[in-house]
Protein backbone atom coordinates (compact mmCIF):
# COMPACT_ATOMS: atom_id res chain seq x y z
CA UNK A 1 0.00 0.00 0.00
CA UNK A 2 1.66 2.97 -0.94
CA UNK A 3 1.72 6.18 1.33
CA UNK A 4 3.20 8.25 -0.56
CA UNK A 5 1.59 8.66 -4.17
CA UNK A 6 3.45 10.44 -7.38
CA UNK A 7 0.17 9.75 -9.86
CA UNK A 8 1.89 11.04 -12.73
CA UNK A 9 4.64 8.91 -14.34
CA UNK A 10 5.95 12.07 -16.36
CA UNK A 11 4.85 15.93 -16.94
CA UNK A 12 6.20 17.41 -20.12
CA UNK A 13 6.58 21.38 -20.44
CA UNK A 14 7.87 24.36 -22.23
CA UNK A 15 10.28 26.06 -21.22
CA UNK A 16 9.91 29.55 -19.20
CA UNK A 17 6.20 27.80 -18.56
CA UNK A 18 5.06 26.52 -14.96
CA UNK A 19 5.63 22.92 -13.67
CA UNK A 20 3.36 21.83 -11.42
CA UNK A 21 4.49 18.50 -9.46
CA UNK A 22 1.66 16.54 -7.42
CA UNK A 23 2.03 14.62 -4.38
CA UNK A 24 -0.88 12.56 -2.40
CA UNK A 25 0.10 10.53 0.80
CA UNK A 26 -2.36 8.82 3.02
CA UNK A 27 -0.80 8.94 6.79
CA UNK A 28 -1.73 11.14 8.54
CA UNK A 29 1.14 11.02 10.85
CA UNK A 30 3.00 12.42 8.39
CA UNK A 31 4.31 16.32 9.27
CA UNK A 32 7.48 16.87 7.29
CA UNK A 33 7.93 16.71 3.48
CA UNK A 34 10.53 17.06 1.60
CA UNK A 35 10.95 17.26 -2.82
CA UNK A 36 14.56 15.46 -4.21
CA UNK A 37 15.52 15.63 -7.65
CA UNK A 38 17.33 13.28 -9.50
CA UNK A 39 19.39 13.10 -12.63
CA UNK A 40 20.47 10.00 -14.76
CA UNK A 41 23.45 8.63 -12.70
CA UNK A 42 23.53 10.26 -9.42
CA UNK A 43 21.75 10.51 -6.31
CA UNK A 44 18.70 12.61 -4.98
CA UNK A 45 19.33 16.04 -4.80
CA UNK A 46 17.80 17.76 -2.02
CA UNK A 47 15.59 20.55 -3.04
CA UNK A 48 12.96 22.06 -0.81
CA UNK A 49 10.91 20.50 2.45
CA UNK A 50 7.95 21.93 4.30
CA UNK A 51 6.61 21.13 7.61
CA UNK A 52 2.71 20.97 8.51
CA UNK A 53 2.89 23.73 10.53
CA UNK A 54 2.95 25.26 6.98
CA UNK A 55 1.09 25.98 3.75
CA UNK A 56 3.51 27.57 1.82
CA UNK A 57 7.45 27.44 1.45
CA UNK A 58 9.43 29.36 -1.19
CA UNK A 59 13.05 28.62 -2.44
CA UNK A 60 13.85 30.93 -5.51
CA UNK A 61 12.04 29.02 -8.61
CA UNK A 62 10.86 26.62 -6.57
CA UNK A 63 7.67 26.65 -4.33
CA UNK A 64 5.99 23.65 -2.71
CA UNK A 65 2.26 23.69 -1.47
CA UNK A 66 0.89 21.89 1.68
CA UNK A 67 -3.05 20.97 1.63
CA UNK A 68 -3.12 18.75 4.97
CA UNK A 69 -7.03 18.56 4.61
CA UNK A 70 -6.20 17.07 1.34
CA UNK A 71 -3.26 15.06 2.26
CA UNK A 72 -1.77 16.87 -0.96
CA UNK A 73 1.28 18.61 -1.65
CA UNK A 74 2.47 20.17 -5.05
CA UNK A 75 5.62 21.36 -6.08
CA UNK A 76 6.03 24.37 -8.28
CA UNK A 77 8.53 25.28 -10.74
CA UNK A 78 8.16 28.66 -12.39
CA UNK A 79 10.26 29.40 -14.47
CA UNK A 80 10.72 26.49 -16.18
CA UNK A 81 14.07 25.74 -17.54
CA UNK A 82 15.69 22.67 -19.82
CA UNK A 83 18.14 22.02 -16.95
CA UNK A 84 15.42 20.97 -14.36
CA UNK A 85 14.55 18.33 -16.63
CA UNK A 86 14.77 15.44 -14.21
CA UNK A 87 13.13 12.86 -11.87
CA UNK A 88 11.37 14.24 -9.27
CA UNK A 89 10.42 12.48 -6.05
CA UNK A 90 8.24 13.32 -3.03
CA UNK A 91 8.54 12.57 0.69
CA UNK A 92 7.28 12.46 4.23
CA UNK A 93 8.43 12.08 7.40
CA UNK A 94 6.12 10.87 10.51
CA UNK A 95 6.38 12.76 13.38
CA UNK A 96 8.13 11.78 16.23
CA UNK A 97 10.10 8.55 16.34
CA UNK A 98 11.96 7.13 13.48
CA UNK A 99 11.92 10.24 11.28
CA UNK A 100 12.34 7.12 8.31
CA UNK A 101 10.74 9.05 4.92
CA UNK A 102 8.53 7.20 3.04
CA UNK A 103 9.33 8.45 -1.23
CA UNK A 104 6.94 8.58 -4.05
CA UNK A 105 7.93 6.85 -6.84
CA UNK A 106 8.77 9.59 -8.78
CA UNK A 107 7.95 11.90 -11.55
CA UNK A 108 9.64 12.19 -14.61
CA UNK A 109 10.23 16.02 -15.73
CA UNK A 110 11.13 17.23 -18.87
CA UNK A 111 11.39 20.30 -19.98
CA UNK A 112 11.38 22.18 -23.71
CA UNK A 113 13.47 24.81 -24.63
CA UNK B 1 34.37 19.28 0.68
CA UNK B 2 33.82 16.03 -0.81
CA UNK B 3 30.06 14.21 -0.93
CA UNK B 4 28.74 10.47 -0.49
CA UNK B 5 31.25 7.82 -2.29
CA UNK B 6 29.71 4.59 -3.45
CA UNK B 7 31.94 1.89 -4.38
CA UNK B 8 31.78 0.28 -6.21
CA UNK B 9 29.65 2.15 -8.71
CA UNK B 10 28.15 -0.93 -10.82
CA UNK B 11 28.53 -4.92 -9.60
CA UNK B 12 27.32 -8.07 -11.39
CA UNK B 13 26.74 -11.11 -9.20
CA UNK B 14 24.67 -14.57 -9.92
CA UNK B 15 22.21 -15.61 -7.32
CA UNK B 16 23.12 -17.26 -4.22
CA UNK B 17 26.41 -14.75 -4.12
CA UNK B 18 26.72 -12.35 -1.36
CA UNK B 19 27.89 -8.76 -1.72
CA UNK B 20 29.50 -6.01 0.05
CA UNK B 21 28.55 -2.59 -0.69
CA UNK B 22 30.68 0.51 0.64
CA UNK B 23 29.62 4.43 1.87
CA UNK B 24 31.89 6.90 2.68
CA UNK B 25 29.90 10.11 4.34
CA UNK B 26 30.81 13.07 3.99
CA UNK B 27 33.14 14.25 6.75
CA UNK B 28 31.37 15.35 9.71
CA UNK B 29 28.27 13.31 8.87
CA UNK B 30 27.81 10.93 11.60
CA UNK B 31 24.14 9.32 10.38
CA UNK B 32 24.40 7.09 7.40
CA UNK B 33 21.03 5.56 5.46
CA UNK B 34 20.70 3.21 2.99
CA UNK B 35 17.85 2.91 0.33
CA UNK B 36 17.05 0.62 -2.47
CA UNK B 37 15.55 2.19 -5.55
CA UNK B 38 14.23 -0.53 -8.29
CA UNK B 39 12.69 -0.42 -11.74
CA UNK B 40 9.21 2.27 -11.26
CA UNK B 41 9.27 2.06 -7.24
CA UNK B 42 10.10 5.18 -4.99
CA UNK B 43 13.50 4.78 -3.05
CA UNK B 44 12.87 2.49 0.09
CA UNK B 45 14.16 2.72 3.24
CA UNK B 46 16.79 -0.04 4.22
CA UNK B 47 18.11 1.16 7.46
CA UNK B 48 20.17 3.74 9.64
CA UNK B 49 23.33 4.06 11.60
CA UNK B 50 24.24 6.45 13.52
CA UNK B 51 27.57 6.57 15.86
CA UNK B 52 27.52 2.82 15.03
CA UNK B 53 24.30 1.78 16.03
CA UNK B 54 21.45 0.75 13.90
CA UNK B 55 18.36 3.22 14.77
CA UNK B 56 16.39 2.11 11.93
CA UNK B 57 15.58 -0.92 9.75
CA UNK B 58 13.13 -0.99 6.85
CA UNK B 59 11.37 -3.88 5.91
CA UNK B 60 13.63 -6.35 4.41
CA UNK B 61 14.65 -9.79 4.88
CA UNK B 62 17.63 -10.93 6.92
CA UNK B 63 19.50 -11.34 4.35
CA UNK B 64 20.30 -7.41 4.09
CA UNK B 65 22.32 -6.53 6.70
CA UNK B 66 24.69 -3.51 7.73
CA UNK B 67 27.38 -1.64 9.93
CA UNK B 68 29.02 1.32 10.25
CA UNK B 69 32.60 1.86 11.57
CA UNK B 70 34.14 4.45 13.76
CA UNK B 71 34.59 6.56 11.26
CA UNK B 72 31.04 6.87 9.99
CA UNK B 73 31.90 4.50 6.59
CA UNK B 74 29.18 2.18 6.35
CA UNK B 75 28.98 -1.22 4.48
CA UNK B 76 25.53 -3.30 3.91
CA UNK B 77 25.65 -6.94 2.73
CA UNK B 78 23.16 -9.24 1.00
CA UNK B 79 23.71 -12.87 1.50
CA UNK B 80 22.26 -15.18 -0.87
CA UNK B 81 21.26 -12.81 -3.94
CA UNK B 82 17.87 -13.46 -5.53
CA UNK B 83 17.14 -11.52 -9.13
CA UNK B 84 14.83 -9.04 -6.81
CA UNK B 85 17.67 -8.00 -5.56
CA UNK B 86 18.74 -6.27 -8.61
CA UNK B 87 18.90 -2.23 -7.88
CA UNK B 88 20.85 1.18 -7.32
CA UNK B 89 21.67 0.96 -3.50
CA UNK B 90 21.99 4.45 -2.28
CA UNK B 91 23.43 5.55 0.54
CA UNK B 92 22.91 9.11 2.37
CA UNK B 93 24.92 11.04 5.14
CA UNK B 94 23.75 13.64 7.18
CA UNK B 95 25.18 15.39 10.50
CA UNK B 96 22.49 14.47 12.64
CA UNK B 97 19.61 11.50 12.85
CA UNK B 98 16.21 11.72 13.56
CA UNK B 99 15.87 15.44 13.28
CA UNK B 100 13.46 17.12 10.58
CA UNK B 101 15.26 19.60 9.00
CA UNK B 102 18.46 17.62 8.86
CA UNK B 103 19.36 17.44 5.08
CA UNK B 104 20.34 13.90 4.08
CA UNK B 105 22.69 14.02 0.90
CA UNK B 106 22.91 10.99 -1.43
CA UNK B 107 25.90 8.85 -3.31
CA UNK B 108 25.70 8.28 -7.12
CA UNK B 109 24.85 4.92 -5.84
CA UNK B 110 25.77 1.69 -6.22
CA UNK B 111 23.64 -0.53 -9.69
CA UNK B 112 23.48 -4.66 -8.56
CA UNK B 113 22.37 -7.00 -11.21
CA UNK B 114 21.55 -10.17 -10.28
CA UNK B 115 21.50 -12.61 -13.13
Known amino acids: DQQVKQNSPSLSVQEGRISILNCDYT??????FLWYKKYPAEGPTFLIS?????DKNEDGRFTVFLNKSAKHLSLHIVPSQPGDSAVYFC????????????FGRGTSLIVHP | KAGVTQTPRYLIKTRGQQVTLSCSPI?????VSWYQQTPGQGLQFLFE???????NKGNFPGRFSGRQFSNSRSEMNVSTLELGDSALYLC??????????????FGPGTRLLVL
Open chain 1, 91 to 102: AARPSGGSYIPT
Open chain 1, 27 to 32: NSMFDY
Open chain 1, 50 to 54: ISSIK
Open chain 2, 49 to 55: YFSETQR
Open chain 2, 27 to 31: SGHRS
Open chain 2, 92 to 105: ASSRLAGVNEETQY
